[in-house]
């Protein structure tokens, strides 16, 4: 019997189109638009003026306090402007505008495939590289990974756990990076390791990937501490408390952190990315992409430079469909659409799907049947037909006192009903009015 | 037989008589003393709770009315000024006026000047759509016309106008309250000084980008090309971030600004038509064209 979370979860069609597809790279664009708040916290400081130069994986912008990331040019080039621009959210945001000259990069950055096993340097310095690299979540939520690296004083990290699910729908962009850089995402990981100090560190993956899991185990085989663990399918497992509840049977209360219960959570990507950091001072500036979809003429996964416009993927892909209904930032679960492709990818883009008019309609709203399916599957263990309906009467009080902050957002509870109602969107209402409520009280 | 009924009203009247000194004593003892003048300032307010006094009902407006040294920043905005007198008579402290004023939507993003570039499907929500994203049309400040201001309204003073598709207030029905400003989640409702017959001008656009985005986006957009500062005689408009705000404190209505607006941004409502110039100010065709709220 495979290991999984214990609370709730949904099956949805796994779909994953894309999965035997080689990481393809991209031509280079002609403009490009980087954002400066493509992270989780306070968006970086542009530190380049217009008519500057840049090299590839020059700094461009700096952090901003702590929970923020630095930022480095993908491309080389002019800086055109630095002004706002339309990001994946629908607004527009400060962004620096490039010109795209040439490819010329930073001399420091070591670019042959040579694998490169040891690291001579210590913890402190790790975290450096990692902190200087702009190194974010590459799962989705883009959190900055000097901040998950830096324990706080009296909690100890039991294990590391290295998130392979790719639990969405369609993306299979950590599939791919598992079976094709397997060696560099073990040095990756095993950075991790010595920068946290942990021993143990498991890689969790689903068991609809049995190529990565055969493959990462026999590799696995050459480190002290790192295994794999096969786990059984349901959605939501890469979600963090999810993961670390499936891979080491530990609940993470509600409110605190995983570092509570002795765990830290990255993702494949991550892990990946701190390889290059580490071992070929290369910063974060591209990532996996997976472009798929039922009506797509050639799924495909593309290692993509960010600010690269969503258009030119989807060119290369085959171009948009005519009975193009949505075009989802994301997976279809928690991805969210846009509104425009030309919004440039950004270090959280793990996919861009593409879903027909048929596919992406939302049924009619029907009245609550009561059925409590919706509780049944949600992985935090709350109600969300009850939340639904507080939110939608502004009940901030009780929606606080039934953990509406808990919930994670993965979209189980509104795939499951059967009345398609617009849970989500409701209580994810609830949520930012109860978050304001919490923050002035801190004030 | 007789006895007993004698007994039973000898021994409950005793029972209630010990019961009522008790309780009398205890009455005397725990008596929370209440300020006769918050109920008769709680009369003297409209009994409306909206919470556009900025407190949870009209008892707690009293309440805190009767606790202040002076009603300076205590107003009712729906009693209005005489409410707010009467409660100085109560209190016999001085009343502090202020002009009524009415809630106006600072946006004329008609479905004609605005069409829709995407289309949303989600939760039919203000504050959902606008957490998703900027909005279906090509303007991020604008109206997003899922009537959030409507649900609100306590006053019914708000109807979505289905072929705009934007609210309207009722100048009549509006009192004031606040609600729709903090309902907004673009922040379109501002609330302006009442003039006379309710005429109104300001800049009907939110739209802070600079001029040529502004225009791409929606054609009666403020461009903050700044020809209205310049025209205007009472300096009452400023330019910020590429957009114009006329203070209605200064603003005498001469009506120079909307005439010289390239993207007639600048609305006005309540006059009588522009061409005729000559016409009396009491006009009865003010009434006719102050249901005019589009005027694009």
């Known amino acids: 019997m495979l290991k999984t979370f214990s609370k709730g979860g949904v099956h949805p069609p796994e779909n994953k189109l894309s999965a035997n597809k080689p990481i393809q790279e991209l031509g280079l664009p002609t403009h490009v638009t980087i954002p400066l708040g493509m992270h989780l916290g306070v968006p970086a400081k542009a530190i380049v003026q217009k008519g500057d130069t840049v090299k590839v994986g020059q700094l461009i912008a700096e952090k901003n306090g702590f929970v923020s990331a630095n930022i480095h040019s993908p491309y080389s080039g002019k800086v055109a402007k630095i002004d706002k621009a339309l990001d994946a959210s629908g607004y527009t945001r400060d962004a620096i505008f490039i010109d795209v000259e040439g490819d010329e990069w930073m001399d420091t950055i070591d670019r042959s495939d040579a694998l490169k096993i040891t690291c001579e340097l210590s913890p402190e310095e790790i975290l450096q590289r990692i902190s200087e690299a702009g190194i974010v979540g590459l799962g989705g939520a883009t959190f900055p990974s000097h901040v998950k690296l830096a324990v706080p004083r009296g909690k100890t990290a039991e294990y590391l756990i290295i998130n392979g699910v790719e639990c969405e729908p369609y993306l299979t962009a950590d599939h791919v990076l598992m079976m094709e850089k397997a060696e560099e995402l073990l040095v990756g990981i095993h950075i991790l390791q010595k920068g946290l100090q942990v021993e143990k560190a498991i890689i969790g993956i689903e068991n609809n990937k049995p190529d990565a899991i055969a493959k990462l185990s026999e590799l696995a085989k050459k480190y002290t501490g790192i295994r794999v663990q096969a786990l059984k399918v349901q959605y939501p497992q890469g979600g963090e408390k999810q993961l670390i509840n499936a891979v080491i049977g530990r609940e993470v209360p509600s409110g605190a952190l995983p570092i509570e219960v002795g765990a830290v959570v990255f993702n494949v990507g991550t892990a990946y990315a701190v390889y290059e950091a580490v071992q070929k001072n290369k910063p974060l500036f591209e990532r996996i992409v997976t ?3 039922k009506s797509v003429k050639e799924t495909a996964n593309f290692k993509v430079r960010i600010g690269t416009p969503v258009s030119q993927l989807i060119e290369k892909a085959g171009g948009l469909p005519d009975d193009t209904g949505k075009v989802i930032n994301g997976g279809p679960m928690m991805g969210k659409a846009l509104a425009s ?16 008019q048929t596919e992406a309609q939302r049924k009619p709203v029907e009245p609550c049947i009561r059925c409590a399916k919706c509780v ?47 849970l989500l969107d409701y209580i994810r209402l609830g949520k930012s009015e109860v978050g304001k409520i919490i923050r002035s009280r801190k004030k | 037989m007789n006895t007993t009924i004698l007994y039973t009203i000898l021994s409950l009247s005793g029972l209630g008589a ?6 009398y004593f205890v009455a005397q003892k725990f008596k929370v003393y209440e300020d006769p003048r918050i109920d008769q300032a709680e009369e003297a307010l409209p009994a409306a709770n909206c919470g556009g006094c900025g407190f949870a009902g009209c008892r707690n407006f009293a309440e805190a009315c009767v606790k202040a040294d002076s009603l300076e920043g205590l107003y009712c905005p729906v009693g209005g000024n005489d409410a707010m007198t009467a409660i100085a008579g109560i209190l016999g402290r001085d009343a502090i006026g202020m002009d009524p004023q009415v809630a106006v939507l600072r946006c004329n993003g008609t479905c004609e000047v605005r069409p829709k570039t995407t289309l949303y499907d989600g939760a039919s929500s203000c504050t959902i759509a606008s957490a998703l994203y900027g909005g279906d049309t090509g303007c991020q400040y604008g109206c997003l016309g899922l009537a959030d201001c409507v649900t609100v309204c306590k006053f019914d003073a708000l109807h979505m106008n289905p072929e705009t598709g934007l609210p309207e207030v009722d100048d009549a029905k509006c009192t004031a309250c606040g609600a729709c400003v903090t309902a907004c989640p673009k922040n379109l409702f501002e609330l302006r000084k009442r003039a006379k017959k309710d005429r109104k001008i300001y800049v009907a656009c939110r739209n802070t980008d600079k001029g040529g985005i502004a225009k791409k986006s929606c054609a009666v957009a403020c461009i903050g090309c700044g020809k209205c500062v310049k025209v205007c005689p009472f300096e009452a408009i400023t330019l910020e971030n590429s957009l114009a705000f006329i203070d209605a404190d200064k603003c005498k209505l001469c009506r120079k600004c909307t005439q010289e607006c390239p993207t007639q941004s600048i609305i006005e409502i309540g006059f009588p038509p522009a061409k005729d110039k000559t016409a009396t ?16």
Do not use: F
């Open chain 2, 18 to 23: 010990t019961s009522a000194i008790v309780l």
């Open chain 1, 341 to 356: 492709t030309e919004v440039p990818i950004v270090k959280g883009s793990s996919g861009i799907l593409i879903m027909k």
């Open chain 2, 281 to 296: 100010p009491d006009d009865t065709q003010t009434s006719a064209t102050q249901q005019e709220n589009t005027n694009s």
């Open chain 1, 376 to 422: 049944s599957v949600c992985p935090m263990g709350l109600e969300p037909y009850l939340l639904m309906s507080m939110g939608q009467k502004g009940l901030h009080e009780r929606l606080e006192r039934d953990k509406v902050m808990d919930c994670i957002e993965c979209g189980s509870c509104s795939y499951i009903c059967p009345s398609s109602r617009p």
């Open chain 1, 291 to 293: 472009v798929t979809g």
